[in-house]
C-alpha cells in the first residue's frame, strides 16, 4: 500500500507562546521556562567573564563596564527572574509531589479540576516574588545613586 | 430566527494540497446546534467532500476532537452559539499529523497509550486468563483511581499540552493518566514496570504542570493531577521509601460469596 501523505501540525515553540490563552498556570510555565533558560545564559556569560581574570582582564571593577545603566538594569532582571523561578519552583516541587493538588473527585459537571486546588499557593507565591522584587528594585535603585 | 455563522473549516487533501488552507462557509444556526451538526448541515449541502472524524454524537467515543476557535474540544458537545456569534473556526487537533481535512492521525497518541501498559498486570496471569474469582475492592480504593477511567481518548488534552508541542517523544497526558489509572488499582501489580516509561526522560516528568490537558479535559478526568500523582509515587520508589503492597487477594469463585442480608436476590436467568 501507498504511504498516505501527511501534514505535520506539531505547533512547536508556538504550542508555548501562541497557545496560552487560559490559563495563568500556562503562562507560569512559560515564564518559568524563559526565566530558566535566562538564569542559564547569565551563568554561562558570568564563567566567561570571571575566567577573562585569567587573561587579566577585570570588567567588574569600579568604573568597568559592569558598571553601566544597562548592565545594571540587566542584573535586577536576573535577580528578578531568580526571584520569580525560585519561588514558582517552590509551588511546583509541592504540586508534583502531588501535595497540592487535592484527591481523585467523581468527575461530576462542571469539571473541578487540580489546577483550583493549588491556584491559592500560585498566588501567594506570585505575590511573595512581588514583594522581593519590589525590595530588589529598591535596593538597586538605591545603589544606583 | 436562525443566524448565519461563517466556519472557517481547515481544509487538506494530501492528494493535491501542499499546505492546509482555511475554507469559510456560511451556515444557520439554530439554538442547541452542535458544531458537529454544522459540519454535516456543510456537508450535505454546501460541500460533500468536507472530511471528519465522529461516531456516537454524544460525548462518549473521543473521535470528535477538535480546534474549535483556537481550544481543543469535542464538537459533538460544544453548542455553536455557546462559542460563537458570527465566526467560528475549525481546526484539526494540533500535535497530530493531518490525515485530512479535520482528520488527525491519532496512532502516535494510541501506541504511547499501548506502552505504559493500560491494563491490569499481574503474577497470576492464569486467573486473569480465566478467572476463578472475584477481586475484592472497597468503593474507597475505587475511589482512588475512578476519575482517571472516564477518559475517552479523544486527544484534545495531547492538542493543547504546550511540553508535547515542543518534544514530539513525550508520553503526553492522556497515556500517563493511564498508567496512573492502573497504578491506583489495588488489583494490579505492574506500576514497577510501568516506573521504566513512566519515569524516563521523556515521561512524567517533562510535564511541568501547565495544567492545559485538564482545563481542556471534555470529561473531567484532570490527567495533570494523574501525572503528579504518578510523580509523587516515582520519587518514592526511587528512594525506596514506597511501601510494598501485595495487589488484592482474589476472594471467592463466582457465586460462592455469601450475599449480604438486605440485597434483594438476582432475577433468575432467562437465557
Ligand atoms: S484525558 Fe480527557 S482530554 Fe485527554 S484523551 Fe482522555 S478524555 Fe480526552
Ligand atoms: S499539565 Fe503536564 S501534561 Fe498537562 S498540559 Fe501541562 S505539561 Fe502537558
Ligand atoms: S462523536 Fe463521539 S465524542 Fe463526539
Known sequence: ?145 | MPAEINFHVTRYNPECDQAPYVKTYRVPVREGMTVLDGLHYIKDNLDSSLAWRYSCRMGVCGSCGMLLNGRATLACNTQILHIATTDLTVGPLPNFDIIRDLVPDLLTMFEKHVAVKPYIVRADEAELDDPAGEFYQSPEELGAYLQFTYCIKCGCCMAACPTLATDARYSGPMPLAAAQRYNADTRDDGRRARNQLTGSSHGAFRCHYAGECSRVCPKGVDPAKAIQYLKRQLVLDYLHLARRKKPCAKMHGPGQGKPLANITPAPAKTV
Open chain 1, 1 to 145: 500500500m501507498a504511504e498516505i501523505k501527511r501534514h505535520d501540525n506539531r505547533l512547536g515553540l508556538w504550542g508555548w507562546l501562541g497557545g496560552g490563552r487560559w490559563g495563568i498556570e500556562r503562562y507560569a510555565y512559560i515564564l518559568h521556562r524563559l526565566t530558566g533558560l535566562g538564569i542559564l545564559l547569565y551563568f554561562l556569560m558570568h564563567v566567561v567573564v570571571t575566567s577573562l581574570r585569567a587573561r587579566g582582564i577585570y570588567l567588574w571593577v569600579e568604573g568597568g563596564v559592569f558598571h553601566q545603566p544597562m548592565f545594571k538594569f540587566g542584573e535586577f532582571l536576573v535577580f528578578a527572574a531568580f526571584a520569580y523561578h525560585a519561588l514558582n519552583g517552590v509551588r511546583l516541587v509541592l504540586v508534583e509531589l502531588g501535595l497540592a493538588v487535592g484527591k481523585p473527585i467523581e468527575p461530576v459537571y462542571p469539571y473541578k479540576t487540580s489546577l483550583g486546588v493549588q491556584r491559592p499557593l500560585l498566588i501567594a507565591m506570585m505575590i511573595l516574588a512581588a514583594i522581593l522584587l519590589a525590595a530588589g528594585g529598591y535596593n538597586f535603585l538605591s545603589l544606583a545613586k
